[in-house]
């Protein structure tokens, strides 16, 4: 009898069909970096003009919203005639604001609930992604093919380029260990799976959650070229290198999802001395990545169309930090983002003759309000990266103050709890809080995401506003 054959995964064939697709875009994906303003605003208005005319006729909640509007004459350099979307709209109104009327949020959801280290493919065509469990309201976002080959594409365009410069790739592909989400219900997760096949690169997964001295262990039997992961894991593991316990030589490191600070940035770099680049990449779409060693970043305005605005969504200028960013998702169809507010503090570089050049300083909702007084993250972080022995932290804020927990540099390190606490206390009170009320408390590890592996590092009280 002859052998039969299983059919293939779900997940094989949806990868299958998508990495041939991303590697097919490459060429062209590269070619949009070398694009002036002209190309790039040129490009920004067909596509969104398609997505304006496509959302309206197939997503309810856009319909209604987008009543009276002509595509047509919708300038992608002026988009304040449009109206402006929210989480709240995305999770409240999912199953209104989606163009496939199969695509449900109970779908979504249990779709999720299910999804452990590898994606699951909704309908063998879109890809969900969960975003904001570690603080703020939780997102789900959901990506059809063009979506997904735009958001990769867009991420490792860059590396593409560069492996390409450096004379391709070696037999299988250039192997990158990232250190992230051990669920693929983060990007980070999900893009393991993704990546591969036919492009010239692979990803060697390491769970952020893992602890630390099994991570170390993992990547020194990986020895790979490269390393990805959270500014936050990377730190630590640079630390690792320093005492030895770490033996590794990657040849660049790159750093994704959190906020890449610049006391995070000098301890990677002391830790591993070699060139670091950074990456932005949202759930929602939106892509930036630097040069080696670039603190700005570069954001792919060929998949998104960028805003960044104060609090009233008006225009702020180069050199201003934003309050929030408004994404306009130019491939994601399927899941129409117009306008869509992210609480991401970006800072626009002069404008050039191409992309979007920006710095992130975090996110707005990170900024601890009280009633009289406003804190920023960083009166706390001045304080705490002049703590040698404090490797790592966490603060959540208390109706009167702070609540700070770390992580000492070495095991058996005493930190003195007491001194570090009056430090905070004197710079809140400087800052504006009258009496600061902190709590200082050691531990072994800090929680992160059990899902996701990110570290939440400023938590603001439940219920604050976000309006000064």
């Not at 450096?166 to 993704?194: E, Q």
């Not at 959270?230 to 790159?254: C, D, F, K, N």
């Not at 605005?309 to 408004?326: I, K, M, N, Q, W």
């Amino acid at each position: 009898m002859a052998a039969t054959t299983a059919p293939p995964s779900r997940l094989t064939a949806y990868r299958d069909h998508v990495q041939p697709a991303v590697v097919a875009a490459l060429p062209e994906l590269i070619a949009r970096t070398a694009w002036d303003r002209e190309e790039v605003v040129a490009h920004q208005r067909a596509r969104l003009r398609a997505l304006l005319a496509d959302a309206a006729e197939r997503s309810p909640f856009h319909a209604r919203r987008l009543a009276g509007v002509d595509p047509d004459r919708v300038d992608p350099r002026d988009l304040s005639a449009l109206p402006t979307m929210t989480k709240a709209d995305v999770v409240d109104r999912f199953d209104e604001v989606v163009t496939d009327r199969r695509v449900t949020g109970d779908l979504v959801e249990a779709t999720l609930a299910g999804t452990g280290t590898e994606p699951r493919p909704i309908l063998d065509e879109y890809v969900a992604f969960a975003s904001g469990g570690s603080s703020g309201r939780r997102g789900v976002f959901v990506l059809d093919v063009p979506a997904v080959v735009q958001f990769v594409g867009s991420l490792c365009r860059d590396l593409v380029a560069r492996i390409e410069q450096m004379g391709g790739p070696p037999p299988g592909g250039l192997p990158i260990a990232i250190v992230a989400a051990g669920s693929a219900v983060h990007p980070t997760g999900g893009a393991t799976h993704l990546a591969g096949g036919p492009l010239p690169f692979h990803f060697l997964p390491v769970p952020a959650t893992a602890p630390l001295p099994d991570i170390v262990d993992r990547l020194n039997a990986l020895q790979a070229p490269l390393l990805y992961g959270y500014p936050s894991v990377l730190a630590r593991l640079a630390a690792e290198q320093r005492a030895g316990r770490l033996r590794i030589r990657p040849m660049m490191v790159t750093s994704t999802s959190e906020t890449l600070t610049p006391e995070l940035r000098a301890a990677i770099h002391e830790g591993f001395g070699v060139p670091i680049v950074n990456t932005f990449g949202s759930t929602e779409g939106l892509v930036g990545t630097s040069a080696p060693d670039d603190e700005d970043l570069v954001f792919a305005e060929d998949g998104c169309i960028v805003e960044l605005v104060d609090e009233r969504h008006r225009p702020v200028p180069p050199g201003t930090p934003s309050a929030a960013v408004l994404v306009t998702n130019l491939e994601n169809h399927l899941q129409p983002l117009i306008r869509y507010e992210l609480t991401d503090v970006l800072t626009a570089a002069p404008q050039g003759d191409g992309h979007l050049r920006a710095r992130v300083r975090g996110r707005s909702d990170e900024v601890f309000r009280y009633p009289g007084a406003t804190l920023h993250p960083h009166v706390v972080r001045s304080v705490l990266v002049r703590s040698p022995d404090v490797a790592e932290y966490q603060v959540h804020q208390t109706p009167a103050g702070i609540a700070v927990t770390l992580v000492p540099a070495q095991p058996g390190v005493h930190v003195d709890e007491d001194v570090l606490a009056e430090r905070l206390a004197d710079a809140l009170a400087a800052a504006g809080l009258p009496r600061p009320e902190v709590d200082v408390t050691s531990r072994a590890a800090l929680d992160r995401d059990p899902r996701t592996g990110k570290l939440a590092r400023f938590v603001p009280l439940a219920g604050s506003s976000r309006s000064p």
